[in-house]
């Protein structure tokens, strides 16, 4: 069967109530019917559940459903993204160990690895996006004495500049030097895009996004080789950061719609593109599959299409911003993405506040930056309400100069 199919047909084992929907499982633990069931279970010579906090049969479907889509061979949910995206790394580093990592990160991933891994003796380096095949080999076994790279980190799209990192090129440097490639994946999601199937180790997502879709529960996950997801697992099973049994329902649900919603995210996303490029009022505009996108090339190859989020550059800095939101009327205003209700963001003063100036210089965060989540709704009604919260905004700036 092909992954669509299989995201709505996988389901935990009918029970002797015999209901057509996954039903919650809200308990905190499960009991055994013999103390040897106890023994086997907690020596893993037996599967199954024992306490909530190890794993829950809503939890597992998720799991399995997202690890059918990706390719993966096992994985595990965590109670939010940034809770994937460290156990992915904690699981696995320890003191000394080096990690290379893309410069074009989400903020809170950017903290993890300067302000957090660094206080337990792990070092980092980054790279840019664009950079050559030589440039990250560089990096990754420098000649300088450095530790050898132990992970290569990355976001591809990336959050909020829309970088996207030459997935096949990382794929040949670590066949060659043997490091974990772990990819944030959260951007395409697995309907776009499968790092797995393309060499990868381990693929991490924020499930509060497409994978909800609604802008409803908290959710992560990390999937990938089964060698390395065990001491994920170990690693998250002891610290706790475990997705709750309703949350997981919720995303397992929402995963049969997936494919759908992807595809009028991106359908939406890649026409405001289009509007807003031939704007006048709009002073430069991103997405991956629009053929002005420095890496277009590199995206129609590696993505089935350009996902749902757009970038957009308005000159006269955060005043102008300031208009611009005051002017539209569709979306919401919010830090978060991958709702099916459009969204915007400026990244300078929110998500990547954080950062000091010199890199939000270098990752292009400036004050007049708008990431745009484009929803679900009629692209006409977004397409005029863009155009004329852009021209508005404009008149705005004009008049206080003047």
Not at 138 to 149: D, R
Not at 203 to 228: C, E, N, P, Y
Not at 231 to 256: C, M, Q, V
Request: hydrophobic share 40%; net charge negative; charged share 20%.
């Amino acid at each position: 069967m092909r992954k669509q199919t299989r995201a709505i047909r996988t389901q935990t084992d009918q029970s002797q109530y015999r209901e057509h929907s996954t039903p919650l499982f809200l308990t905190s633990s499960f009991t055994f019917e013999t103390a040897e069931q106890g023994k086997a279970l907690f020596d893993e010579t037996e599967e199954g559940n024992i306490y909530s906090r190890f794993s829950n049969p809503n939890v597992t479907e998720f799991v399995d459903k997202v690890c059918m889509l990706e390719g993966a061979e096992e994985g595990i949910a965590t109670a939010t993204g940034m809770a994937a995206v460290f156990a992915s790394m904690a699981g696995l580093l320890k003191s000394g160990d080096h990690i290379v990592a893309c410069r074009a990160l989400f903020g809170s991933a950017h903290q993890i690895i300067t302000q957090i891994l660094s206080k337990w003796g792990i070092t980092h380096t980054y790279v840019d996006a664009t950079a050559s095949e030589a440039e990250w080999e560089a990096a990754i076994q420098p000649n300088t004495g450095t530790p050898a790279a132990r992970m290569v980190y990355l976001e591809t799209p990336s959050n909020p500049g829309l970088e996207l990192v030459d997935l096949a090129m990382l794929v040949r440097l670590k066949e060659k030097y043997g490091f974990i490639l772990n990819v944030d994946n959260c951007f395409a999601t697995p309907i776009l895009q499968t790092p797995i199937e393309l060499g990868a180790d381990l693929s991490v997502h924020s499930a509060t996004k497409f994978m909800d879709g609604q802008g409803r529960v908290l959710g992560g996950i990390v999937v990938g080789r089964a060698d390395l997801i065990q001491p994920i697992r170990f690693f998250a099973r002891h610290t706790g950061p475990s997705l709750s049994p309703f949350n997981a329902w919720i995303l397992s649900k929402s995963l049969e719609t997936l494919d759908l919603r992807m595809e009028r995210h991106c359908a939406n996303a890649f026409k405001l593109a289009q509007a807003l490029e031939q704007h006048p009022d709009v002073a430069t505009v991103k997405y991956p599959f629009l053929p002005s996108h420095p890496q277009y090339e590199l995206a129609k190859q590696q993505m089935a299409a350009g996902g749902a989020i757009v970038t957009l550059e308005l000159e006269g800095g955060f005043e102008r911003v300031k208009a611009f939101y005051d002017a539209l009327q569709i979306p919401t205003l919010s830090s978060n993405l991958g709702d099916s209700r459009t969204i915007v963001t400026n990244p300078f003063t929110t998500t990547h506040s954080k950062l000091k100036p010199d890199e939000k210089a270098a990752l292009g965060i400036t004050e007049g930056l708008i990431r745009v989540s484009v929803g679900l709704e009629a692209i006409d009604d977004l397409i005029d309400d863009f155009t004329q919260a852009a021209e508005v905004s404009a008149e705005v700036v004009k008049e206080k100069i003047m």
